[in-house]
Every structure is written in C-alpha cells, then in structure tokens.
C-alpha cells in the first residue's frame, strides 16, 4: 500500500471515483489468497484514503453515520493488499488478508453466506464463531 500512499499529495486519484449522490461509493472486499468475495461496504473519500494511507480497511457506516474500521470490534481486521476501481469507475474492489477468518457479523466467513434454492434462501455456510462471543451479547 505504501505505492498509493506516497503519492496522495500530488495525485487527483480520488477524484476519479463515480461518488452517489450522497458521496459514496460501494466497495466488495474480496480475500486476497483465495478469491472469495467476503462482503460489500460502503465508502466515502476519507475512508477510502485513510484505507489507502494505513493498509488497513475503513469503511463508512451508513446506519451509524460514522467512520467504521473493519474488526474495530470484532478484531477480524482487513489488511488491505490491493485497491482496484471498476471500469465504470464506480466500484471499488479491495483485495485484503481477513483476520480470524471471519468478514461478517454473523460470525461466518463471507457475508454472502445464503444460496437460491428454488423459491428460498438457504444459509450455506457454517458459523465459523458465534457473534455473541465475538460482540458480547445485548
């Protein structure tokens, strides 16, 4: 990452970037080594900058308004190894080494953990760690 950090000051790079209306952007993370699509977020230019500055994936929480670092919580962090815009320039893809294993809530490894099976949604992968012993229950 250290590539596109250094040169932050003297490239338009975020410019480039198709924003939504409301300045944002959806990014899939995607791992690295294997290729599985881990799961989409949200970002807006300071998260992807502050992504690009320290390697480390931050994303926007629409629901919370706010700046959300990956595995803040959790500790299942995503070290990003490689940022890449879509040729619409209106997505962006982050290749990254997901710590832990687990990229969702749900305590799986994917967020698109759900399959069409004939009229319904079947969960098909498994738990990995249960959520409550990863956030603590409410």
């Known amino acids: 990452m250290k590539d596109l950090s250094d040169n932050l000051d003297t490239l338009d790079w975020l410019d480039a970037i198709r924003w939504t209306a409301d300045g944002l952007v959806p990014a899939?993370?995607?791992?690295?080594?294997?290729?599985?699509?881990?799961?989409?977020?949200?970002?807006n230019r300071e998260s992807l900058r502050l992504t690009?500055?320290?390697?480390?994936?931050?994303?926007?929480s629409r629901s919370r308004g706010k700046l959300w670092r990956k595995g803040e919580t959790s500790g299942h962090q995503q070290v990003v190894k490689d940022?890449?815009?879509?040729c619409d320039e209106d997505v962006i893809l982050l290749k990254v080494e997901q710590k832990?294993?687990?990229?969702?809530?749900t305590g799986r490894?994917?967020?698109?953990?759900?399959?069409?099976?004939g009229d319904q949604w079947v969960g098909v992968e498994p738990v990995i760690?249960?959520?409550d012993a990863i956030y603590g229950s409410n």
């Open 129 to 131: 760690k249960d959520p």
């Open 100 to 105: 832990g294993g687990i990229a969702c809530h």
């Open 28 to 43: 899939i993370a995607q791992d690295a080594a294997t290729g599985d699509i881990l799961m989409m977020a949200w970002m």
């Open 83 to 86: 940022i890449r815009l879509d």
């Open 52 to 60: 690009a500055e320290e390697g480390q994936a931050v994303y926007w």
């Open 109 to 117: 490894r994917s967020c698109f953990y759900r399959s069409l099976k």
